[in-house]
């Protein structure tokens, strides 16, 4: 098993940023490639950012690509999120994820592992 707790959300006025981080315990932190994903009110959770098991490949949806940034150190057993340039659309629940087979996707339902969520609110 692994356990996921994410941190770091908040409330932060658009154009300016905000890194979220998430914790993994429990199992060995590799070789399983992680992601983000969110859920805004009222609509469905879709992918933010995914990176593989070492790092060396990273993937984006398009509303955030260029502004986002996903990244490991496995050596703290931690996922990081650094969000650019926000605007009120990303207002959501932002959740880690992790995979058992190293292989990052955009698919909510590859991911075996999932975090409690944290709030992120981006004011205009």
């Known amino acids: 098993q692994v356990q996921l707790v994410e941190s770091g959300g908040g409330w932060v006025q658009a154009g300016n940023s905000l890194r979220l981080s998430c914790a993994a315990s429990?199992?060995?932190?590799?070789?399983?490639?992680m992601g983000w994903f969110r859920q805004a009110p009222g609509k469905e959770r879709i992918f933010v950012a995914a990176i593989t098991w070492r790092g060396g490949a990273t993937y984006y949806s398009n509303s955030v690509k260029g502004r986002f940034t996903i990244s490991r150190d496995n050596a703290k057993n931690t996922l990081y999120l650094q969000k650019n340039n926000t605007t009120p659309e990303d207002t959501a629940v932002y959740y880690c994820?992790?995979?058992?087979?190293?292989?990052?996707?955009?698919?909510?339902?590859?991911?075996?592992?999932w975090g409690q969520g944290t709030q992120v609110t981006v004011s205009s």
């Open positions: 429990g199992r060995t932190f590799s070789p399983y490639a």
């Open positions: 994820v992790a995979t058992t087979t190293g292989v990052a996707t955009m698919n909510q339902d590859d991911y075996d592992y």
